[in-house]
């Protein structure tokens, strides 16, 4: 389970960041044998690759500028809340103060997208189905959304490209996700009641504590638009309260599973 960044041949991505340099590593749902929906087509999948790749060095210089603010909304003890300003929809990241148990490559590979994830995300995420491979780092996947603000906002379908990295320099590891190109939507048709939101972007930075290969920091941010044409005051009380719910139950989560072997031998249901 541990060739998680091994073996694989470098993609055209290689990012240099602030941070250190990223490189992509393996598919958390695929390091566990997971099986996917269907198999796309092999040149729609290079161009959804090379989309996401684009999309991905955009996004990251927005995510990297030194702009964040901290949130008008309440903060915890455990994390801290930052908004991105002047976007055209709500941008929050969560930063974890109190180092999650486990280590950077288990912390990633367990709340990776999976079957089992929604069992501890109830009031986040309804369902996961993982669609289709893109490549050895990059899976399509799509995320049935929680209602919130007490049914205000109904549940919206999400389909996105997940890609994994790790830093070469520090171990940290990197979970980015954005909704598809629209070519891809016909591969998983929405159901015609369900309204379809689109992630704009999604960051996930796992790294090791100093000193501590067993714990690990969180850094996370969302930013989706969730269509439908919700009023810009709802998204914002809905996604705060989302944010600190999400770090709840990824220690939940951590707490069951405090490895992906733990995951793979507890419940292989998993793997769909």
């Not at 990297?64 to 994390?79: F, L, Q, R, S, V």
């Not at 704009?200 to 796992?206: A, E, G, P, Y």
């Not at 501590?212 to 439908?228: K, L, Q």
């Not at 069951?256 to 072997?261: K, Q, S, V, Y």
Request: with cysteine.
């Amino acid at each position: 389970f541990f060739a998680f960044a091994a073996g694989l041949k470098k993609s055209r991505l290689a990012m240099s960041t602030i941070a250190g340099t990223y490189e992509p590593c393996k598919s958390p749902y695929q390091v566990m044998g997971g099986r996917f929906l269907l198999e796309a087509p092999k040149a729609l999948r290079a161009r959804i690759l090379q989309f996401a790749e684009t999309k991905l060095q955009e996004d990251l210089s927005t995510y990297t500028k030194p702009d964040w603010k901290p949130w008008a909304g309440k903060i915890g003890d455990a994390e801290i809340i930052e908004e991105k300003p002047a976007t055209p929809v709500l941008m929050l990241r969560l930063t974890s103060t109190l180092p999650f148990k486990g280590s950077p490559f288990n912390v990633t590979a367990v709340t990776y997208g999976h079957h089992t994830k929604a069992k501890y995300f109830p009031d986040t995420v309804l369902k996961y189905e993982m669609v289709a491979r893109v490549s050895d780092h990059c899976d399509l996947m799509k995320s049935i959304s929680a209602p919130a603000l007490g049914g205000f906002i109904s549940s919206r379908e999400f389909f996105d490209v997940v890609c994994n990295y790790r830093c070469k320099n520090t171990g940290t590891y990197m979970t980015y996700g954005t909704a598809v190109p629209d070519e891809a939507y016909e591969l998983a048709p929405a159901s015609k009641d369900r309204i379809v939101g689109r992630d704009l972007q999604s960051f996930f930075f796992h790294r090791q504590v100093p000193g501590d290969s067993e714990h690990t920091f969180v850094e996370y941010s969302f930013c989706s638009d969730p269509c439908g044409g919700l009023p810009k005051w709802a998204l914002s009380r809905a996604l705060g309260p989302t944010m600190k719910n999400y770090a709840a139950n990824m220690r939940k989560m951590l707490t069951a599973f405090p490895t992906l072997e733990a995951l793979m031998r507890e419940s292989p249901e998993a793997a769909g």
